[in-house]
Structures are given as C-alpha cells and as structure tokens.
C-alpha cells in the first residue's frame, strides 16, 4: 500500500526557512520520480519542484533560487528545503508521485502539510 507523509511545516517570518519531508513507504522508491505541489485555498494545485529518481531536479519559476528538492532514497524520504520564504509561499504544500501500472497511471498524495509565512 502506497502511503506518502509529509511533516515540516510551520509558521516562519518572512526570509525564514523551513524545510519539508515527505516519507514514503509500499513500493520501490528510487525508481520513481517525485513532485511537491502546493495549495492555495480556493486556488488549484500548483507544481513546485520535481525531483527524479536519481535526483534530477526542476523548479516553478516562482521558487527557483530559493527552493532546493532533494532525495535519500535509503531512507525513502524526499525534501523540500524552503529558503528566502516569501508571505505568498503560503499554502499547504503535498508530495505526489504517479505510477504506471497495467496501462493506467495511478496518483498518490500525502496529506499535506500548512506552511504559514507571516511576520
């Protein structure tokens, strides 16, 4: 059984940081890609970084610089270090990975995880 928990997020003033860890867990980590998303209330979900098996990344325009995604496939955990955080980085951000299965494509999120920027 697939299950993706995300932990880390909080509150933190404006050019703080944070950093998010997603935990994975019922299938073959390494070999799958990993995404975080972040969600606006009212708004839909937005992509924010991509991180691939062996680590290769790709960010939103709106965090590149500022957000790095990383990966410890020994630990089965992908992170999200958060720098230089802005108040409009608020959201609840999720972890998502897609697998190929049969011919379908199957979607697995976490539950999220609040991060608040304010002063």
């Known amino acids: 059984q697939v299950q993706l928990v995300e932990s880390g997020g909080g509150l933190v003033q404006p050019g703080g940081s944070l950093r998010l860890s997603c935990a994975a867990s019922?299938?073959?980590?390494?070999?799958?890609?990993m995404n975080w998303y972040r969600q606006v209330s009212g708004k839909e979900r937005e992509l924010v970084a991509y991180?691939?098996?062996?680590?290769?990344?790709s960010y939103a325009d709106s965090v590149k610089g500022r957000f790095t995604a990383s990966r410890d496939n020994a630990k089965n955990t992908v992170y999200l270090q958060m720098n230089s955080l802005k108040p409009e980085d608020t959201a609840v951000y999720y972890c998502?990975?897609?697998?190929?299965?049969?011919?379908?494509?199957?979607?697995?999120w976490g539950q999220g995880t609040q991060v608040t920027v304010s002063s």
């Open positions: 991180i691939t098996g062996s680590g290769g990344t």
């Open positions: 019922g299938f073959t980590f390494s070999s799958y890609a």
């Open positions: 998502k990975t897609t697998m190929a299965k049969n011919g379908r494509a199957y979607v697995y």
